[in-house]
């Protein structure tokens, strides 16, 4: 039990992490203000991570081709294994994180997702790709360690998606929510930029020995240097992480009944009611009132063990569960795509004349990671800003609808000229693929769910929807891989309707009819089953129905 000047002093600190919802907030809304910046910092380093340590596997494991297998190429299988590692972990962490960030509270869970990313990053640093005193050390025994570890990072990884999103979606104004969220969105660009430089300033310093002494074995530096350098966000924003208070609308959340014989009795204390429309300063001051007397404690310890009823009577609702599977769906149909262009763009990186194919091991590195800086600057960056400046005008349902049929259609054309197409219209094309998968649903589906869902379901919504995404970053991973060197790139990007049976296994046929296009378009349908939520509060829409219910039961 905290004593009055140690809850007041709480009360400061989180209030300072809000803000109040004011007719005379003229500002723009992509334009954050001071306590939405410093919040900005501390949540926007899992995004960073995220694409940071997914999209840096690339060139890891380009590097420990050379390391292990010499001029040979890693064996499709374990290849695809290593670089679904962690979208395996991302599932777990996901899932398991997103009830839990409901159940428990963002509070009991902030800065624990770091902590695994942390030592899971620390555990793959010490693969033992070189030492001779270990008996029966095989290059695939190397990877299955480096995986196993990977796995790990994903599970943090994965953990900080609905953390992170109702860390600031229960903290945001309406207006700017949006907003907000993509800019954190968009800290997986800077991710995948940096991580992009920091390979090539690694290689750079490399040159030398490797190019010039020709000791290629020294590649096994530079890779554990790469995939170090996530540890210093890391590192720098765990205790804010840590010590982050719990906000103020989930709080009153708890006191929020989902059950119908009391519905009606908190309505005036809802989030979302008029009640709302006070400052949160004064809110926090109740609340703190709250925790001395012990009543808001023990609100939230029963909400706590009724947790899995309420939430599974709210989702059994058609309404409710329609939205679930809109936001499940089309995140799982564009990870298919999206993962399976960037977790294997190498093979993309080859018909623009950045794959490493000739030259000394130095050479075909450094030709690789200059390709990801081409495509991240023309297409990442871009996509991720325009969604930034335009979502509160635009709306979420839109710039998703748009983005995957404009995805779609680059992916068509790179599908159906795979080969004929110019290194510069090659590069156009997919920079512009690029730029609509992040001016589209690679945003949106990160967005929606942290606004749709009321904040007593956000965490388990957003964390279910995220796991069915990386269900199809996995299917992607393993799969793409493996086909890319049986068939042909063009063939997975398209269709395999005009390539005679006999020539591939009913298995791969089975797979290539549910082809990138074709994920872009069923996108589009399970986006009409999402509403718009622009401008939308889901706290006040879940206390109206709670009202609605109790009063037909009258």
Known sequence: MQNPSESESEDIHRARLEEVERDDDKRWS??????????????????????YDLLIINPVSTMLQYRLYGNDPIPGGIQGVLKASANIGN????FLFGYMGDALGRKALYGKELMLIIFGTIMCLTTPTGWSNIRQLSPQNALIYLTIFRIIVGIGVGADYPVSACVISDRAVIKRRGAILAYVVANQGWGSLVGALATIVVLGCYKHVMDDKGETSKVDGAWRIVMGLSLIPAFGTLYWRLTLPESTRYIRSQHQSSSLDSAGAHDSDAPGSPAEGKLEADAEKDAGKDDTDGTAVHVAEVTRKTYFREAREYF??????KILIGTSMCWFLLDVAFYGINLNQNFVLQQIGFGGTTGTTW????????????????????????TVLTIETLGRKWIQIQGFLLAGLFLAILASKFHTLSHASF???????QFFFNFGANMTIYIIPAEVFPTKYRAFGHGFS?????????ISALVFNQLSFSIGTDKVLWSASSLPPPCIPIAQLIVLRAVFFGCCMLGVFFSLLIPEVRGRDPDAILAQEIA?????KR
């Open 466 to 474: 995220a796991a069915a995404g990386k269900a199809g970053a996995l």
């Open 91 to 94: 599932v777990i962490g996901q």
């Open 427 to 433: 590069i156009v094309c997919f920079a512009l693929l």
């Open 363 to 386: 050479n075909k590195l450094f030709k690789i990671t200059t390709g990801n800086i081409i495509v991240t600057a023309l297409g990442f960056l871009p996509g991720y800003y325009a």
């Open 30 to 51: 992509f334009h954050p203000t001071y306590t939405e910046f410093k919040l900005l910092l501390y949540v926007g380093v899992g995004n960073f991570l995220d694409a």
């Open 548 to 552: 609605e219910a109790a009063n037909s």
């Open 316 to 321: 059994s609702e058609w309404r409710h569960l």
